[in-house]
């Protein structure tokens, strides 16, 4: 199994920045991708950035605003010039070729205020 702990997260002001670390254990040889995603009260979880051994992701919503970085154990997502649309639970993913495929974080909350 693989753990992911994340940290960071918090309340800022429209237009400000907020950086989010991932860090994950356990079974880390089996991951391929890493990366965040977001759910907002009342709304589906959707992709914020994704890298994997081949590419990386952005929703378009965030592009040119956030900038997801990863070392072999950890993700970490730098959050710019946010917006009141970005206040979400956070969640750190990872993406492994084995059985179950896919581990979540607990989540960690952003809230920009306007």
């Known amino acids: 199994q693989v753990q992911l702990v994340e940290s960071g997260g918090g309340l800022v002001q429209s237009g400000g920045s907020l950086r989010l670390s991932c860090a994950a254990s356990g079974r880390v040889f089996v991951i391929y991708g890493m990366g965040w995603y977001r759910q907002a009260p009342g709304k589906q979880r959707e992709l914020v950035a994704l890298i994997t051994n081949d590419n990386t992701d952005y929703a378009d919503s965030v592009k040119g605003r956030f900038t997801v970085s990863r070392t072999t154990n950890t993700v970490d997502l730098q959050m710019n010039t946010l917006k009141p649309e970005d206040t979400a639970l956070y969640f750190c993913?990872?993406?492994?070729?084995?059985?179950?495929?896919?581990?979540w974080g607990q989540g960690t909350q952003v809230t920009v205020s306007s």
């Open positions: 993913y990872a993406k492994g070729t084995g059985p179950p495929y896919e581990y």
